[in-house]
């Protein structure tokens, strides 16, 4: 079985700084891990995904996460945030390509100017 | 890229009544579907796979005559809310999988917009 801990439902950061939202997975298997970001009242975009190639992965919008199976986490990281940052960040996670996506509770990303 | 439409995005209806929420995978064809129901401020379950040509698996604690899923065609799977009351207010999204991308290393499950049902 598979399972996500976002710690912090709530993060905030000042306009140019780091990002920095916590994911931390449980699988039995190798797993699949995803984030996404969702826009109020929006379906959910795919930010980037890691699929046991290399740890680092860099996604959309500046985006990266890095896989450490040694910490069973996968941290998603932006260099300095936008104001257009400020969503619900959702990090997921499947056992096997396709199938379906067990989600965590989400970390709402605040900015300000 | 793949497109996964969700319709009606937005539905009110009066307690009692059915709804019906198609989702649609435009131009690749999805033996699979994926339905999540999500409350407000709140993350993304599961509610059930969808696929096609068979019965629906559903997760533990959803029910099954509540929530009536076909998936009839390899590009549409439909949720029915049946006999919806206000506790089933919700936003519903689907996700399609693209079986061809498992080879190409593309994304596999791409996301509808999503539905949001409100019952009053």
């Known amino acids: 079985a598979q399972s996500v801990t976002q710690l912090g439902s709530h993060v905030s950061v000042s306009e140019g700084a780091l990002v920095l939202l916590r994911c931390n997975y449980s699988?039995?298997?190798?797993?699949?891990l995803f984030w996404y970001v969702q826009y109020p009242n929006q379906g959910l975009q795919l930010l980037l995904k890691?699929?046991?190639?290399?740890?680092l992965v860099k996604g959309i919008n500046g985006f990266e996460a890095e896989f450490k199976k040694s910490e069973t986490s996968f941290h998603l990281t932006k260099p300095s945030a936008h104001m257009s940052d400020a969503a619900e960040y959702f990090c997921?996670?499947?056992?096997?390509?396709?199938?379906?996506?067990?989600f965590g509770k989400g970390t709402t990303l605040s900015v300000s100017s | 890229g793949a497109v996964v439409s969700q319709h009606p995005s937005r539905v009110i209806c009066k307690s009692g009544t059915s709804v019906k929420i198609e989702c649609r995978s435009l131009d690749f064809q999805a033996t699979t579907m994926f339905w999540y129901r999500q409350f407000p401020k709140q993350s993304l379950m599961l509610m059930a796979t969808?696929?096609?040509?068979?019965?629906?698996?559903?997760e533990q604690g959803v029910e099954k005559d509540k929530f009536l899923i076909n998936h009839a065609s390899l590009t549409l799977s439909t949720l029915t809310v049946t006999s919806a009351h206000p506790e089933d207010s919700s936003f519903y999204i689907c996700?399609?999988?693209?079986?061809?991308?498992?080879?190409?290393?593309?994304?596999?499950?791409?996301f509808g917009a999503g539905s949001r049902l409100t019952v009053l």
């Open positions: 969808s696929n096609e040509g068979s019965k629906a698996t559903y």
């Open positions: 996700s399609a999988r693209d079986q061809s991308a498992l080879s190409s290393g593309a994304n596999v499950l791409t």
């Open positions: 699988s039995s298997v190798p797993p699949y």
């Open positions: 890691y699929t046991s190639a290399a740890t």
């Open positions: 997921a996670v499947s056992g096997e390509a396709g199938t379906a996506l067990i």
